[in-house]
Structure formats: C-alpha cells, structure tokens
C-alpha cells in the first residue's frame, strides 16, 4: 500500500488548509500526524474505516477535522484557524488493522509528508 498525501502549503495564522491522502490499496484505520523541526512527530488524528470513530489530538481539537472516502479511497484533514505551532510536515498514515492509538508504531503504511506552513 503507498499513501500520498497533498494539499499543504504557506497560510497567514487565522486561515485554512485542507490535506487530502490517497491510498493505493485498502487500509483500515487511518491517521495525520505531524512533525515540527527539531521535535518527534506527533499524534494528530485518526478516523476508523467507518469514520464512526474519531480521535483527535487536544491540540487540534475543534480547529481540524479528519474525514475519509472509502469509494475513492481518500482521508482528508480540513485544519481551520491555523496557528504558527502548527507549522509542520504532515504525514498521512494507515494501519492494516482497526485501531485508534496515538502511537505512530501501530501504524503499518505511511505518506511522503507535505510541508504546512503557518505564519503569523
């Protein structure tokens, strides 16, 4: 399964980004994570296959939403209100199993990343 993610950008803090993902084959769980420089990447959201669970990192809650298209076979993050600490590589994952964890290491596929910038 390859997983490529698109969409980010250069965006004035207060402004809108929205990512989208496309998977080669069919996943499960499926996830956003991102990484700042010089930090560990970090959790941000996952969706189940049903898309009737979803988690998000508090940091995100309320100004990002996860969805997916299991027809097309697509995750997206629509991130609202962007902030400067949102500024990141963006990393789609997906897991070959149903799971919800933060953890980046239950993750089994993951995307080349797109860089999210956020100026304030």
């Known amino acids: 399964v390859q997983l490529q993610a698109s969409g980010g950008g250069l965006v004035q803090a207060g402004n809108s980004l929205r990512l989208s993902c496309a998977a080669s084959?069919?996943?499960?769980?499926k996830g956003w994570f991102r990484q700042a420089p010089g930090k560990e990447r970090e959790f941000v959201a996952v969706?189940?296959?049903?898309?009737?669970?979803?988690y998000y990192a508090d940091s995100v809650k309320g100004r990002f939403t996860i969805s997916r298209d299991n027809a097309k076979n697509t995750v997206a993050l629509q991130m609202t209100n962007l902030q400067p600490e949102d500024t990141a590589v963006y990393y789609c994952?997906?897991?070959?199993?149903?799971?919800?964890?933060?953890?980046?290491?239950?993750?089994?596929?993951w995307g080349q990343g797109t860089q999210v910038t956020v100026s304030s």
């Open positions: 084959g069919r996943t499960f769980s």
């Open positions: 994952a997906a897991a070959s199993r149903t799971l919800y964890s933060t953890d980046l290491r239950e993750y089994d596929y």
């Open positions: 969706i189940s296959w049903s898309g009737g669970n979803i």
